[in-house]
Structures are given as C-alpha cells and as structure tokens.
C-alpha cells in the first residue's frame, strides 16, 4: 500500500501557476506509475497527466487534452514525489486535485482560479 500526500494547492488568478507536490511513502516509489486527476463540482473525477514509473515506456508522460501544453508533470525518486506545474491556469481548472499511485490516493489538494 502506498501513501500519498499532496500540497501546494490554493487562489490564484487566472493565467497565474502553481506548483501541486504529492509525497509517496510506504514502497519503493521508483517502481510504479504516479498520476493526477482533479474533480469539480458536481462533475465526476477525471483524469489529468500521468508518468509512467520508467522512461522506456512509450508514452512516458500523458496527458489529458484539457491540459496539454500547460501543465507539466514530473517525477524526483530520490525525493518520491511527484509534480504538477500548471501554468496559464484558467477558472475552468478549479478542482480538487489528488494524486493517485495503482489503487491508491491522496486525500486532494484545493486549488481555485479566480476570473
């Protein structure tokens, strides 16, 4: 079982960035997949960027078309954490944002842009 630990959400204005952080511990964090999925209100869960645990993956990142080209993920497995650099943040990307390793996920981090 992994635990996961996210930061780094909060207000910003549109067109403004953050940097979300989620902290794994409880297994060797280099050897599985690390994504992010947000959820609005009143909508369902949905995806957002995934990193696949080694770049000889094809497809070693991903993303969903409502953030590709403004969000970033990446991965320090010396540190197990995994990142999300949103840039060019727009009101539509208010969510909470939770990390998720296998079957296994965070409790969310807020972040709300503001018009």
């Known amino acids: 079982q992994v635990q996961l630990v996210e930061s780094g959400g909060g207000l910003v204005q549109a067109g403004g960035s953050l940097r979300l952080s989620c902290a794994a511990s409880?297994?060797?964090?280099?050897?599985?997949?690390m994504a992010w999925y947000r959820q609005a209100p009143g909508k369902e869960r949905e995806f957002v960027a995934r990193?696949?645990?080694?770049?000889?993956?094809?497809?070693?990142?991903s993303y969903s078309d409502a953030v590709k080209g403004r969000f970033t993920i990446s991965r320090d497995n010396a540190k197990n954490t995994v990142y999300l650099e949103m840039n060019s943040l727009k009101p539509e990307d208010t969510a909470i944002y939770y990390c998720?390793?296998?079957?296994?996920w965070g409790q969310g981090t807020q972040v709300t842009v503001s018009s």
């Open positions: 990193i696949r645990w080694s770049d000889r993956w094809s497809g070693y990142k």
């Open positions: 409880g297994r060797t964090f280099s050897t599985y997949d």
């Open positions: 998720n390793a296998e079957t296994s």
